[in-house]
Antibody, heavy 120, light 110 residues
Framework: QVQLQESGPGLVQPSGTLSLTCAVFGDPISSHHWWSWVRQSPGKGLEWIGEIYHSGVPTYNPSLKNRLTMSVDKSKNQFSLNLTSVTAADTAIYYC?????????????WGQGTLVTVSS | SSELTQDPAVSVVLGQTVTITCQGDSLRSYSASWYQQKPGQAPVLVIYANNNRPSGIPDRFSGSSSGNTASLTITGAQADDEADYFCNSRDTSNNHLDVVFGGGTKLTVL
């Protein structure tokens, strides 16, 4: 059974950097899947942040790409997110998810999510 | 980016059938997936590739797609189906890869 587990600070200062890690269990991160971050502002819908392949090639949401870096650590079977210059608008529950991308595209496994609040 | 449009709220009488729709230009080119989200929980995949159910999802959940509209149907809705439902697809309408979600439909089972 595949499981994903997000970790990172729950509180980030405005203008600071939001850093999260997603540990993957039950599937080598070097498998044929892509790995993604999705966030959900309080009471709002889902927003795709970006995705990355084990080779390290990322694809970012155009609205975030100037502040965003994603990376993969194959030795620890995890991937990470860094979002710089955060504001209150970045306050959200951040989910990591596994992507199936063959003839079709969908998120088949999700982490439980971690709430990140941007506040001083 | 492109958008996927969903009705904000839908209700269904226990045991009856309900259809939740999702509209967007990206659906003409890419398949839809659907996610169920209950309060305080992560989304759960209920339909992928327009009309396929993952293992463990009850067969009362079905999906379809035509033109720019994807649909999720629950046949014989149960109290446990009360949740938010989000549709999702890829999109390349702006000459770059993007991923879009609908705004979500809150399903109430009466």
């Amino acid at each position: 059974q595949v499981q994903l587990q997000e970790s990172g600070p729950g509180l980030v200062q405005p203008s600071g950097t939001l850093s999260l890690t997603c540990a993957v269990f039950g599937d080598p991160i070097s498998s044929h899947h892509w790995w993604s971050w999705v966030r959900q502002s309080p009471g709002k819908g889902l927003e795709w942040i970006g995705e990355i392949y084990h080779s390290g090639v990322p694809t970012y949401n155009p609205s975030l790409k100037n502040r965003l870096t994603m990376s993969v650590d194959k030795s620890k079977n995890q991937f990470s997110l860094n979002l710089t210059s955060v504001t209150a608008a970045d306050t959200a529950i951040y989910y990591c998810a596994r992507i199936v991308w063959t003839a079709h595209y969908y998120f088949d496994y999700w982490g439980q999510g971690t709430l990140v609040t941007v506040s001083s | 980016s492109s958008e996927l449009t969903q009705d904000p709220a839908v209700s269904v009488v226990l045991g009856q059938t309900v259809t939740i729709t999702c509209q967007g230009d990206s659906l003409r080119s890419y398949s839809a997936s659907w996610y169920q989200q209950k309060p305080g929980q992560a989304p759960v995949l209920v339909i992928y590739a327009n009309n396929n159910r993952p293992s463990g999802i009850p067969d009362r959940f079905s999906g379809s797609s035509s033109g720019n509209t994807a649909s999720l149907t629950i046949t014989g809705a149960q109290a446990d189906d009360e949740a938010d439902y989000f549709c999702n697809s890829r999109d390349t309408s702006n000459n770059h890869l993007d991923v879009v979600f609908g705004g979500g439909t809150k399903l109430t089972v009466l």
